[in-house]
């Protein structure tokens, strides 16, 4: 694991001296990493707490069960917690809300290719809508790994349109 210079503002690491148990690279005392500073908490401004990354996993974890249900509560009641947490409740709405339009999309196209046949809508859709399925699935999988790691995750342009802002200066 590579861990990325402090002064790289896009970056959540640990701070202090001893490392943490069980994760290699990673300073600081357990449960205790950093982030950006000027998230406006009472805590350390760039600090990221277990909490934060438990509901960062529940907004990811809930846009897989869900869509885009349980990521825009943890978003409309933990973002203004942390930067971290507004970044990763971001991302989980924003890859929800594209993985639900992608599937109105494949609603259409299914519909209006019905109307010549219903085989002939069914071959072409169902491969492009589980293609569109398991890409959404493995950056949502993916976005669990990298928040449990107190990371961020550049989900592909592809497969999230940026709906929700992530924070200050973010596009």
Known sequence: MRIKPASDP????????RASPGVPGRTG???????????GSEHD????????????TVGYLGAIVLGP????????????????????????VNL?????????????????LSLDSIAVALIVVIPVALV????????????????????????PGWICAHIVNSGPGAN
């Not at 896009?10 to 001296?17: E, H």
């Not at 005392?29 to 998230?39: D, H, I, L, V, Y």
């Open 10 to 17: 896009g970056s959540w690491r640990a701070r202090g001296d």
């Open 29 to 39: 005392p357990p449960g205790k990493r950093t982030g950006p500073p000027g998230n």
């Open 45 to 56: 401004p760039g600090e990221v707490r277990d909490g934060n990354v438990t509901s960062a």
């Open 69 to 92: 249900v349980i990521p825009l509560i943890v978003y409309a009641f933990r973002a203004r917690r942390s930067a971290f947490m507004r970044y990763h409740a971001a991302t989980a």
């Open 96 to 112: 929800s809300l594209t993985g639900a339009l992608y599937g109105v999309c494949c609603l259409i196209l299914v519909g209006l």
């Open 132 to 155: 569109i399925w398991v890409s959404m699935l493995r950056s949502l999988i993916l976005g669990v790994a990298a928040a449990n790691r107190g990371e961020k995750y550049e989900a």
